[in-house]
Structures are given as structure tokens and as C-alpha cells.
């Protein structure tokens, strides 16, 4: 299979995996692209490039204002807005992040995104298992 086969074969499963995803499934994908695009970045400012690292922070950015966007304050109630100030405060880490400081702010945010992620894949499982 050529380069352009095996492309073109990856984007339809990764197409085909979001357009049949329970909504609890998407949430799990948003935040593993936040997190792959949050490492991208701590490796683009560990070999000093600034402008990709910020191209990969906008990226994370954009799918954590999805987050926030998808909220549902009138059904989740204490959990939409404790969810609310996380992602509120990872935007904030994100914004004051820079060649300097990424080794200090990076971690925590990847470590924050990781937890609410392990816990959306559990109920993602636990939701298959009652199914």
C-alpha cells in the first residue's frame, strides 16, 4: 500500500471512529488530541522552537474551549462547573506558557487533561459494561 493509500486509510478510520462514537467517547478523543498536542508542544520547546510549540498550545487550546463549550450547567450541575474552572484554568496555564517556564506549567496541565481523561475512559467502560 502506498504513503497516499495508507493516509487516506488512516483518516477514513479515524473519521469513521468519531462519526459512530457515543458522546462519552468523543469526550475521550478531545482530550487525548489535547494531550498529544500539549506533548507536541513540550517537545517543540525542548528543541527551541517557540512557533511550533505555540502552533501545537493553539490546538490544545481550541479542543479545550470545545470542552468548555459542551458543557451542560442546567444537567451536570457541580460537576459542569467544577469542569468550568478546570478547563478555565488550563486555558490560563496555556496562555502564560513560554520557552521559559513550559518545564514548570506543562506537566501539571498533561497531568490535569490525563486525570479528567482516565475518568471519562472509566465511565466510558463502565457505560459499555451496563449497556
Same mark, same amino acid.
Given at each position: 500500500?502506498?504513503?497516499?493509500?495508507?493516509t487516506m486509510a488512516r483518516r477514513f478510520?479515524?473519521?469513521?471512529?468519531?462519526?459512530?462514537?457515543?458522546?462519552?467517547?468523543l469526550v475521550v478523543l478531545l482530550?487525548?488530541?489535547a494531550i498529544r498536542f500539549l506533548k507536541l508542544a513540550e517537545r517543540a520547546?525542548? !528543541?527551541?522552537?517557540?512557533?511550533l510549540a505555540?502552533?501545537?498550545?493553539?490546538?490544545?487550546?481550541?479542543?479545550?474551549?470545545?470542552?468548555?463549550g459542551s458543557l451542560n450547567f442546567e444537567d451536570g450541575g457541580e460537576i459542569a462547573e467544577n469542569l468550568f474552572a478546570l478547563y478555565r484554568f488550563v486555558l490560563r496555564e496555556c496562555a502564560r506558557?513560554?520557552?521559559?517556564?513550559?518545564? !514548570?506549567?506543562?506537566?501539571?496541565v498533561i497531568r490535569?487533561?490525563?486525570?479528567?481523561r482516565d475518568a471519562w475512559? !472509566?465511565?466510558e467502560a463502565y457505560g459499555q459494561r451496563t449497556s
Open positions: 500500500m502506498g504513503t497516499y493509500s495508507a478510520y479515524e473519521e469513521n471512529t468519531v462519526n459512530t462514537a457515543s458522546p462519552v467517547k482530550y487525548d488530541g520547546f525542548a !528543541e527551541g522552537d517557540r512557533a505555540r502552533m501545537h498550545i493553539g490546538k490544545a487550546e481550541k479542543i479545550i474551549l470545545e470542552l468548555l506558557m513560554s520557552g521559559e517556564n513550559y518545564e !514548570e506549567v506543562l506537566p501539571g490535569i487533561l490525563s486525570g479528567l475512559k !472509566e465511565l
